[in-house]
């Protein structure tokens, strides 16, 4: 069964800083990895994904994600964090012959100016 | 140009009662998901069908009923509602067709408080 832990319940960081968001995976065979962002009373969007391909991953609003095979590793990064990217953020994995996607259980990021 | 939506956004009942869901999507994708999203923010699958044809059916008590009555809609019907069904449900859609990578898009949410 797949499953995805994201260690940190909440992510603090000053503006200006680099920030990541932690996330492992479980998968049999080669997983799909996305990130997803909510916003306060909002839906989920899509920020980024791996399906193959180059380890590191760009994505929407200056984001980036690292695929770690060895660690079944999918952290968030962003070299610089904005206020504005203070959120609810999903890590999720999808089995590559699956159709179901499993989310984690998110990270708070709070980002003070 | 609204994507996916979802309506209505806040839906506040009795126990008991019988209530409806409905989404649809303009993004031409050929399967719809349903998510509920508890008061912890654990987000779980609950449904999801592809081309009209349910394709994940999560361990859901058999008060939720999804129907989708063609590719662009699938709303969600449940049944004597309990007070554990509060929480946020939400819509979703994807293409599957073009493959198992391709992200889903979200709704903004229904709200339900069962009182």
């Known amino acids: 069964a797949q499953s995805v832990a994201q260690p940190e319940d909440q992510v603090n960081v000053a503006e200006g800083n680099p920030l990541t968001v932690k996330c492992t995976y479980s998968?049999?065979?080669?997983?799909?990895l996305f990130w997803y962002v909510q916003y306060p009373n909002r839906g989920l969007q899509f920020l980024l994904k791996?399906?193959?391909?180059?380890?590191l991953v760009k994505g929407s609003y200056g984001f980036e994600a690292e695929f770690n095979k060895s660690q079944t590793s999918f952290h968030l990064k962003k070299p610089s964090a904005l206020v504005s990217d203070s959120a609810l953020y999903f890590c999720a994995v999808r089995a590559i012959y699956g159709n179901k996607l499993v989310f984690g259980a998110g990270t708070i990021l709070r980002v003070k100016s | 140009d609204t994507a996916v939506s979802q309506t209505p956004k806040y839906l506040v009942t009795q126990m008991g009662n019988d209530k409806s869901i409905k989404c649809e999507q303009n993004l031409g994708h050929d399967t719809m998901y349903w998510y509920k999203q508890d008061s912890k923010k654990f987000l779980k699958i609950m449904f999801s069908?592809?081309?009209?044809?349910?394709?994940i059916n999560e361990t859901v008590p058999n008060r939720f009923s999804p129907k989708s009555p063609d590719k662009a809609h699938l709303n969600l019907h449940i049944n004597s509602l309990e007070l554990g069904d509060s929480a946020v449900y939400f819509c979703?859609?994807?293409?599957?067709?073009?493959?198992?990578?391709?992200?889903?898009?979200f709704g903004p949410g229904t709200r339900l408080t069962v009182l």
């Open positions: 791996y399906i193959t391909g180059d380890n």
């Open positions: 998968v049999s065979g080669n997983p799909y």
């Open positions: 979703a859609s994807s293409s599957l067709s073009g493959g198992l990578g391709d992200e889903q898009f």
């Open positions: 069908y592809n081309n009209k044809e349910l394709i």
